[in-house]
């Protein structure tokens, strides 16, 4: 199955699976370095004409205007080869692969929204380097093989939202993204009934991570930080106690919220690093180093 966007000549196996790149890379990243529009590590859909219908065309003296499409297309770069043919094994691994890259990678003829980053570990801080891929993914696929199919299906979900989410421009909507990736991943971990207020620590221990700030249960006030700050979004369209766009709060939940949920995900699949060791809020570029 071929997927990109990847800027990596790299090919690997793991396993009974081969990643490499296709023939063609060459050209592909050739025209991309002439003809992308590139901004702080995103690729930007090209502008399309739109003309104005009634009554606009009659109303203003300009009737065609340029507009960025909802949904657009890039060429692969990759392909993904598993010993037998397995579609919707390919894509989980293929978003696998993005999330050790740090980037959202999808199947060809699979359609982007609004950006999509090129720049490695963008979505993560992360990149991965000498064994890391093949570990990353042989961890992946020992997961996906030893599941049944209603976790590997909450899995795909988990790392979709927690890698495209990243791809929306506004706080508010990163945010709610990665509390679906937060709620997701409590229901993978079977763990019965706890309230929202308590799912943020409860998580961090059943996993043995630290427990950042924001993920505390407060037993005074039956909350913590983040569910207090998903009940006002989901609930009263507040962020951080007021209307979308005119609060923010005081903690970087882009970075914060996004590294718990990432030291979630690498501990469902077992694997093991010194970045579940550092603060969510870990400036320096970190490497996976898997063990």
Known sequence: MDFGFLIDKKRFRFGDYVIKPLPDIDDTLGEFLETAQVYNG?????LEPKQQGFPENNEFRINSVMVAPIF??????????LKSEDPAKAKFLILAYGFLQGLYL??????????VPYKLGKLTGITPRRQDCIIGMNAFVKYYDETDDHKRKLLFSILHWFLIGQCYEYEWDRFAAQYFVLDAIYKLSGSGNNSHAKRPEYLAKYYGIDVPDFAKYDSKNN???????RNELFHEAKYAGEPIGYNYPKENFDMGFRRFNLKLIISIVGLKTQVLKRSVYELSRDLWDFE
């Open 42 to 46: 995103w690729i930007l859909p090209e």
């Open 72 to 81: 657009y297309e890039l060429k692969p770069t990759h392909s993904i080869i």
């Open 106 to 115: 999808c199947p060809n003829k699979n359609l982007y929204i609004k950006r």
């Open 223 to 229: 909350s913590c930080r983040l569910s207090a700050m």
